[in-house]
């Protein structure tokens, strides 16, 4: 009964292929995140949903398109990958209505780009 | 705006002793600050959150912050360092409207036996 899950755990790929991270949250949250972490473990913002649609959208390249097919999920698609796209990518939810919900995240994708 | 600064990326203590890691917050109103940690090759747990009921808040595993305004800080503490407490640590805050969150860039804790 994990509340927010993402799969993969791992992900290794080679440079300039696609691939998709997929996450789920059975918390009955309205907004879900999408953050990277680098290798210095500095958590930077992708993007935010609520209700299905996009609130929060920072300086992330348009390779990177977040979808969300309904509000327990916010998939993150990945086009032409590079090597600086390594990283952990933690997807998180909250239920909003209130400044002082805070944010739970899942386990963490690992991306691995040669 | 909101922003965060954490002081230190690594702190170093000893088991059993003290622990303080420090955090500033810059916000244009009562913030909703929190405390997130992350252990080794997991995801981020919530420690605790001020919610401007009390400066003085209570979280998990024996750790506790203190939000002061006149210091704009909310540091982190704990009496005794336990090995199990070492990890990286996060302190957050977020915006008016409760979506958007500011993370420190972390502070890093070893605990020495």
């Known amino acids: 009964d994990t509340a927010v899950s993402q799969t993969p755990k791992y992900l290794v790929t080679q440079m300039g292929n696609d691939k998709s991270i997929k996450c789920e949250q059975n918390?009955?949250?309205?907004?879900m995140y999408w953050y990277k972490q680098d290798s210095k473990k500095f958590l930077k913002i992708m993007f935010s949903?609520?209700?299905?649609?996009?609130?929060i959208n920072e300086t992330v390249p348009n390779r990177f398109s977040p979808k969300s097919p309904d509000k327990a999920h916010l998939n993150l698609h990945i086009n032409s990958l590079e090597l600086g796209d390594s990283a952990v990518y933690f997807c998180?939810?909250?239920?909003?209505?209130?400044?002082?919900?805070?944010?739970?995240f899942g386990p963490g994708t690992r991306l691995t780009v040669l | 705006a909101q922003s965060v600064t954490q002081l230190d990326s690594h702190v170093s203590v000893s088991e059993g002793t003290p622990v303080l890691l420090r955090c500033n917050y810059s916000s244009s109103y009562s913030p909703s600050l929190f405390w997130y940690v992350q252990h080794p090759n997991k995801g981020l747990q919530l420690l605790l959150k001020?919610?401007?009921?009390?400066?003085l808040v209570k979280g998990i595993n024996g750790f506790e912050a203190e939000f002061k305004k006149s210091e704009t800080s909310f540091h982190l503490t704990k009496p005794s360092a336990h090995m199990s407490d070492a990890a990286e640590y996060f302190c957050?805050?977020?915006?008016?409207?409760?979506?958007?969150?500011?993370f420190g860039t972390g502070t890093s804790l070893t605990v020495i036996p």
């Open positions: 949903y609520n209700n299905k649609e996009l609130i």
């Open positions: 001020y919610t401007s009921a009390a400066t």
């Open positions: 998180a939810s909250i239920a909003s209505g209130g400044s002082y919900n805070e944010q739970f």
């Open positions: 918390l009955g949250h309205d907004t």
């Open positions: 957050v805050v977020s915006d008016d409207g409760g979506n958007q969150f500011y």
